[in-house]
């Protein structure tokens, strides 16, 4: 017989999904925010997802994590919610068009570190990474999302999203890529170092950059054997990645909490 791996599948619906609405409710929210394009739709999108929660935790078996079980329904839920808006993407741009290449411009902002300067540079992240997710095509920002908003192993997007691995860092190299690019072009009066390095060792090092925000680890190469390009391009990797993991910490408006809460009278 297959070993749990949750513990909380012994619980009770009661005890258990609670527990999982105060861990994930404000990111779902959140996610629904993003996914939706409104308030109350996004409001719709939660209670959906912990209605199903409620009505289906009885199958969960517990051989998969109760997080991966739960952002599950809510990727299903937003994919069947999903109609392309006005603006949507058709396109996303392919991997050599994302590359900065030796000639792009890639800002530094390193070398100051006056406070102000690294205030705006929080705020004009932030800005850019929620620009660039409106930039992304929906199979690549639900990717990303999972994988480094919610922060889910890539093992798992690839469960919730019925995809292979490869596929699903596929799709977040090229997302990541993209809010790095939207990023730069916010800072086009900042100076952008020169490449020092081959093009191709330039690239070896950022899919090596890449794979490690895969893993969720640091990059083991230190700074003084990067040329100041390359140095400069991993940083806006990394204030991208802060920017994610810290983008979708909201709280559920107290109507909404209270809903949830509710669901099983709902049910009955």
């Not at 109609?83 to 390193?110: I, N, Y």
């Not at 300067?117 to 992304?136: H, M």
Request: proline residues 6%; hydrophobic residues 40%; contains cysteine.
């Amino acid at each position: 017989m297959t070993a749990l791996i949750e513990p909380l599948a012994s619980e009770p619906a009661d005890v258990a999904i609670p527990r999982l609405i105060e861990e994930h409710g404000g990111l779902l929210y959140a996610l629904g925010l993003r996914f939706c394009g409104s308030e109350d739709e996004a409001q719709d999108l939660v209670q959906d997802v912990f209605l199903l929660a409620w009505q289906n935790w009885g199958r969960f078996d517990g051989r998969s994590r109760a997080k991966t079980w739960l952002y599950t329904i809510a990727a299903r839920a937003c994919q069947r919610r999903h109609r392309k808006r006005a603006g949507e993407p058709e396109h996303m741009a392919s991997l050599e068009e994302l590359l900065p290449g030796p000639t792009g411009h890639v800002p530094d902002l390193q070398s100051r570190q006056d406070d102000a300067f690294q205030e705006l540079v929080k705020r004009e992240t932030r800005e850019a990474v929620e620009r660039g997710i409106s930039l992304l095509p929906f199979n690549f920002r639900i990717a990303l999302v999972l994988k480094d908003f919610v922060e889910l192993p890539v093992a798992d997007v690839a469960k919730i999203l019925d995809i292979n691995p490869a596929t699903v860092k596929t799709r977040c190299h090229r997302a990541r890529l993209l809010l790095r690019r939207t990023l730069s072009e916010r800072f086009l009066d900042q100076p952008s170092p020169a490449a020092r390095q081959s093009p191709q060792l330039c690239f070896d090092l950022l899919q090596a950059k890449l794979d490690a925000l895969d893993r969720g680890v640091e990059f083991s190469i230190a700074d003084p054997d990067l040329c100041e390009r390359c140095n400069a391009v991993f940083h806006q990797l990394d204030l991208t990645k802060e920017a994610c993991s810290n983008l979708l910490k909201e709280t559920m408006p107290d109507k909404l909490l209270d809903a949830v809460r509710r669901a099983p009278a709902a049910i009955a």
